[in-house]
């Protein structure tokens, strides 16, 4: 927050900017990346380029399996992690000098957290 000189609803919004350019750089990657290789003058025959692409499929899985785990355990959310998985509501803990935002204390102000689904 310090460092794009924002509060933290900005910083929300400039997270859900960041993840959504790198899901699409990903995402173009996957559909890509053995033809790119190719073109780059890589000899990428059908087999490696198969391999390949169940490789990328991987490490998107484990980026949804990550997700879907920090929303199951109760690490990050205790006890409200489904119910926050589903609304995209989030609450702020107070603290001990709560400031405010929009005259509302901060652990008043509703959060929302986009949910990107890929397809």
């Known amino acids: 927050m310090h460092q794009l000189n924002t509060d933290y609803l900005g910083a929300v919004e400039w997270l859900a900017t960041h993840h959504k350019k790198l899901q ?4 173009t990657l996957v559909c890509n990346l053995p033809q790119r290789l190719r073109d780059d003058g890589v000899d990428v025959d059908d087999v490696t380029a198969a391999e390949l692409t169940i490789y990328i499929d991987h490490l998107g899985q484990w980026v949804c399996a990550n997700e879907a785990w920090s929303f199951e355990s109760q690490r990050y959310f205790g006890a409200h992690g489904r119910e926050i998985r589903e609304t995209r509501h989030v609450r702020r803990l107070p603290q001990k000098h ?8 901060q652990n008043q102000v509703a959060v929302l957290i986009p949910c990107v689904e890929v397809n």
Not at 24 to 27: G, S
């Open 98 to 105: 709560a400031p405010t935002v929009a005259g509302l204390p």
């Open 24 to 27: 699409l750089e990903f995402l």
